[in-house]
């Protein structure tokens, strides 16, 4: 069999790499090459793909070192029983494809994962010495997303860390017993046992830094992890449980959700069709419920239908609402921020505008208007001078009256 070109293996691992949903490059310390120093930047423009909380546009070279894999995951499409084109870079070639994307101005950064080759430290270690390379021989100051290997050792993910701006461990399914039946050659004790020990790792460092002003960085952008929606028969209620307690448990900067996605020559015992999108999207709402609007996991899971399962037709917040109405209307020149922050169609920007307003004069609802996308959503929920929603919040078709319309797209409408 001829040798693969590395234009062939970027074009079989760049295709592996995007099941992966875990990498936004978000939360680092800010780097940069300008004055002639180093390679690379943190916070550069490129030919960008998704956006950092922050609003930045951001890119990433993500592929997989290799996607040969002595695992048999049932849900991975690069699973030891696959058939499948297999291909595998050295960590010198990942290290050039890196630096020439960046000089032509395409990525700012490198996500790397990788299957499991020979064993977990062999293959870990490889993962380490492409970000070695980079950040020593190269001086490269750009972004680096390095997926760690929970059955390796764990001097060798130290290590990554170390080189890394942000390290991620997937725990791949909500469950244990899902784990262990998609997954027999994982561990959901060894995974978060991983998961502390980068913890603890994180929390060392930052101690140092405090006391040593050159005590070196470990992934200053932290840790992050993702679960496979849909693979097993876990509801949305047990991923946002199992979600909080990763939040609470290893201090996760984001858990990222991923839709199963039917793969070729799948096995018997996965899903025929994959979860709808708008499932992994009420997943997303959820956890942001929880990390900014003060939501407990339980609120959530109130908000849930008797399944277990977010409503596909409206959002969770508003499903909430709707099933805690004595909780509404609230007086927006009156309530606590955590009251406001519960109206659905109000963010947390808005929340803290109409705080702000407040202290100066008595609000209106066109002052409301101003600050929302849909005062229709918001109205049903609120009290202001001129505005009281009398039997609205109490109408039995309410939820209908605030679902989005569902409307089917023309393909060639002008």
């Given at each position: 069999m001829a040798?693969?070109t590395?234009?062939?293996k970027l074009?079989?691992?760049?295709?592996?790499?995007k099941?992966?949903?875990s990498?936004?490059?978000?939360?680092?310390a800010?780097?940069n090459?300008l004055g002639g120093k180093?390679?690379?930047s943190?916070?550069?423009?490129?030919i960008?793909?998704?956006?950092?909380?922050d609003?930045?546009?951001?890119?990433?070279?993500?592929?997989l070192?290799?996607?040969?894999?002595?695992?048999?995951?049932?849900?991975?499409v690069n699973?030891k029983?696959?058939?499948?084109?297999?291909?595998?870079f050295?960590?010198?070639?990942?290290v050039d494809?890196?630096?020439a994307?960046y000089r032509?101005?395409?990525i700012?950064g490198?996500?790397?994962?990788?299957?499991?080759v020979?064993?977990?430290?062999h293959?870990?270690e490889?993962?380490?010495?492409?970000?070695?390379?980079?950040?020593e021989?190269?001086?490269f100051?750009?972004?680096i997303?390095?997926?760690?290997?929970?059955?390796a050792?764990a001097?060798?993910v130290?290590?990554a860390g170390?080189y890394?701006d942000?390290v991620s461990?997937?725990?791949?399914?909500?469950?244990?017993?899902?784990?262990?039946r998609?997954?027999p050659?994982k561990?959901?004790?060894?995974i978060?046992g991983?998961m502390?020990?980068?913890?603890?790792?994180?929390?060392?460092a930052?101690?140092?830094r405090?006391?040593f002003k050159h005590?070196p960085r470990f992934?200053?952008?932290?840790?992050?992890?993702?679960?496979?929606?849909g693979?097993?028969?876990a509801?949305d209620?047990d991923?946002v449980?199992k979600a909080?307690?990763?939040y609470?448990?290893?201090?996760?900067?984001r858990v990222?959700?991923s839709?199963?996605s039917?793969?070729?020559?799948?096995?018997?015992?996965?899903?025929?069709?994959r979860p709808?999108?708008?499932r992994?999207?009420?997943?997303?709402?959820?956890?942001?419920?929880m990390?900014f609007?003060?939501?407990?996991?339980?609120?959530?899971?109130?908000?849930?239908?008797?399944d277990?399962n977010?409503?596909?037709?409206?959002?969770?917040?508003?499903?909430?609402?709707l099933?805690?109405r004595?909780a509404?209307p609230v007086?927006?020149n009156?309530?606590?921020?955590?009251?406001?922050?519960r109206?659905?169609?109000l963010g947390?920007?808005a929340?803290?505008?109409?705080?702000?307003?407040?202290?100066?004069r008595a609000?209106?609802l066109?002052?409301?208007?101003l600050?929302?996308q849909s005062i229709?959503k918001?109205r049903?929920?609120?009290?202001?001078v001129?505005w009281?929603p009398?039997?609205l919040?109490?109408?039995?078709d309410?939820?209908?009256?605030?679902?989005?319309?569902?409307e089917?797209l023309?393909?060639?409408a002008a």
């Amino acid at each position: 069999m001829a040798a693969q070109t590395v234009l062939q293996k970027l074009e079989i691992l760049a295709d592996a790499a995007k099941y992966d949903a875990s990498c936004a490059s978000s939360g680092t310390a800010k780097k940069n090459s300008l004055g002639g120093k180093g390679i690379g930047s943190t916070e550069g423009m490129g030919i960008c793909h998704a956006y950092a909380p922050d609003g930045r546009c951001i890119s990433l070279l993500k592929i997989l070192l290799t996607n040969h894999c002595v695992f048999d995951c049932h849900y991975c499409v690069n699973r030891k029983s696959s058939n499948v084109a297999r291909a595998r870079f050295t960590p010198q070639e990942v290290v050039d494809l890196t630096l020439a994307f960046y000089r032509r101005n395409y990525i700012e950064g490198l996500f790397l994962s990788s299957g499991i080759v020979k064993n977990s430290n062999h293959t870990m270690e490889q993962i380490v010495e492409v970000a070695r390379i980079l950040r020593e021989e190269h001086d490269f100051r750009g972004y680096i997303h390095l997926k760690t290997i929970p059955e390796a050792d764990a001097e060798i993910v130290h290590q990554a860390g170390l080189y890394a701006d942000r390290v991620s461990i997937n725990v791949e399914l909500p469950t244990d017993s899902g784990l262990t039946r998609l997954a027999p050659d994982k561990d959901a004790r060894q995974i978060e046992g991983a998961m502390g020990k980068v913890k603890a790792d994180l929390v060392e460092a930052k101690d140092a830094r405090k006391r040593f002003k050159h005590a070196p960085r470990f992934a200053p952008a932290g840790q992050s992890t993702q679960m496979i929606v849909g693979a097993d028969a876990a509801t949305d209620a047990d991923i946002v449980g199992k979600a909080s307690r990763l939040y609470d448990n290893f201090r996760l900067r984001r858990v990222y959700y991923s839709a199963f996605s039917p793969i070729p020559d799948a096995s018997a015992v996965l899903p025929l069709k994959r979860p709808p999108l708008i499932r992994e999207h009420r997943l997303y709402q959820s956890d942001w419920l929880m990390r900014f609007y003060g939501y407990k996991p339980a609120d959530v899971m109130q908000a849930t239908e008797a399944d277990g399962n977010l409503p596909l037709d409206i959002d969770p917040k508003l499903a909430w609402a709707l099933k805690f109405r004595e909780a509404f209307p609230v007086d927006v020149n009156r309530a606590s921020k955590e009251q406001l922050l519960r109206v659905p169609g109000l963010g947390v920007k808005a929340v803290g505008k109409i705080l702000a307003s407040r202290r100066h004069r008595a609000l209106r609802l066109d002052d409301v208007a101003l600050l929302t996308q849909s005062i229709t959503k918001v109205r049903p929920f609120i009290v202001t001078v001129d505005w009281r929603p009398i039997t609205l919040t109490d109408r039995a078709d309410l939820r209908s009256l605030l679902a989005p319309k569902s409307e089917q797209l023309e393909l060639f409408a002008a």
